[in-house]
């Protein structure tokens, strides 16, 4: 019997977004569906936590939207949501406010008459806001007490430094501080027609997109002004490392890297594409090493987040506390390693092939490839982005890897966080 024929993964590029700027300036970005008879609408408005004037503000407004509006009460909203089969996400970030509805297009129209009204007539009863702050106040204290989620509050800390907004790390308080007033004061500066951008996949028709238009589309609504486009963000990282007790815990956290410095794309794509080698996957480098090899954790990984527009590369585990320091030991091998010996082209290839089977799975329906836009709106890239990293991940080399690898780690130095009871 032959064996089966084994062909190299393909990908095509992905069709960008259709734009269209409605009367009143608010841009709609669309991708047509093969998903029949679902939708996905995302309601975007610039300011995020860079613009507030007071932790958590933000946040809370967001949350309330589903609290009260118009008429309706929280159970009145929850009950019509519940009614149609749809739910809305809500969630912000540095530099944006993000609500997301997800339904049947058979329901889009009642629903999106539903989200006018929580966008443009909040209530924000006082009394759902004591209940979502002390909701979110014990979620934070439950958190606090979980190694990985102190060692990222103080890996971001380092990152950005204390000179910067967005090293404050949220205390207990701060939940106890809001008020309504606070929402009022943040809504009105950010919840208006001047800072808001929509992105929408899925099945929608022509009496769909006019009702998006009517409610969203037509005439100035909200008080605020444009914001102004915000500057990069300094950042004033502090390297070294840091070490923070956790009472009771079993295991120690480990974060480790550094601000990406600024790059051109296709450079930021063969990083991204290195990082994967590294210890973006189960085959990766960490995870020969640091699991197979030596035993010191169950899982160990490397990735690059995105902070608004700029980039930090980190590297996350777990680990007993006896096995803390050997392990951040071999992570230096490993990035000896990549800097002074060449990448072997089999690697390359099999990362290769894995990233491009990522790709495959990840955007084989509307709804995936227009969260990868969003990304992209997000961070001030063009829409092509999505596609030029494709095309880094077809064609780039070990010598390429090499270079940049090279390039960005020598001399770079590393935060190293461990959280743990080790830490005593």
Not at 288 to 299: L, P
Not at 329 to 343: A, D, F, G, T
Not at 346 to 371: H, M, P, Q, T
Request: overall charge negative; aromatic content about 12%.
């Amino acid at each position: 019997m032959l064996p089966p024929k084994i062909s190299p993964v393909t990908i095509d590029n992905l069709a960008l977004p259709h734009e269209e700027v409605m009367p009143n300036g608010v841009r709609l970005y669309r991708l047509g569906g093969v998903r029949q008879g679902v939708v996905r609408l995302d309601i975007l408005f610039k300011g995020g936590y860079g613009v507030q004037d007071k932790p958590l503000q933000a946040m809370f407004v967001n949350r309330m939207l589903r609290e009260g509006a118009g008429t309706m009460s929280a159970d009145d909203i929850s009950g019509e949501l519940d009614y149609y089969g749809a739910w809305i996400d809500v969630y912000s970030s540095q530099e944006c406010n993000h609500m997301t509805l997800y339904t049947m297009s058979k329901h889009f129209l009642p629903l999106v008459a539903l989200l006018e009204k929580l966008i443009k007539q909040p209530l924000f009863p006082s009394a759902n806001l004591e209940v979502l702050k002390r909701n979110n106040k014990s979620h934070f204290l439950v958190n606090s007490n979980k190694v990985d989620v102190v060692s990222q509050r103080y890996f971001e800390n380092s990152l950005w430094g204390e000179g910067s907004k967005f090293a404050y790390m949220v205390q207990p308080e701060d939940y106890d501080a809001i008020t309504v007033d606070d929402l009022h004061r943040y809504y009105n500066k950010v919840y208006n027609n001047r800072n808001c951008t929509l992105f929408l996949a899925g099945d929608a028709d022509d009496e769909m997109l006019a009702a998006l238009s009517e409610k969203f589309g037509t005439g100035d609504w909200g008080s605020g002004a444009a914001l102004p486009e915000a500057p990069l963000p300094p950042y004033e990282t502090v390297y070294g490392s840091r070490k923070i007790a956790v009472d009771g815990a079993l295991q120690s956290s480990v974060k480790m890297g550094f601000m990406l410095p600024e790059m051109d794309e296709v450079d930021l794509y063969k990083f991204r594409f290195l990082s994967v080698l590294f210890g973006g996957y189960f085959g990766s480098r960490l995870m020969q090493n640091v699991r197979e090899e030596n035993g010191y954790t169950y899982h160990i990984d490397s990735v690059i987040d995105a902070f608004g527009r700029r980039y930090a590369f980190i590297i996350g585990s777990e680990a007993d506390n006896a096995y803390v320091a050997p392990l951040v030991q071999e992570v230096y091998n490993e990035i000896s390693r990549l800097c002074n010996e060449p990448i072997p082209e089999a690697e390359v290839e099999l990362v290769r092939n894995y990233i491009l089977g990522e790709l495959c799975r990840e955007y084989e329906d509307r709804f995936s490839k227009s969260e990868s836009f969003i990304n992209a709106w997000l961070s001030d890239v063009p829409f092509e982005s999505v596609n030029d990293y494709i095309e880094v991940v077809k064609c780039v080399t070990a010598a390429e890897l090499h270079n940049i690898a090279n390039r960005v780690f020598s001399n770079q130095p590393m935060i190293e966080i461990v959280a743990g009871s080790m830490c005593h």
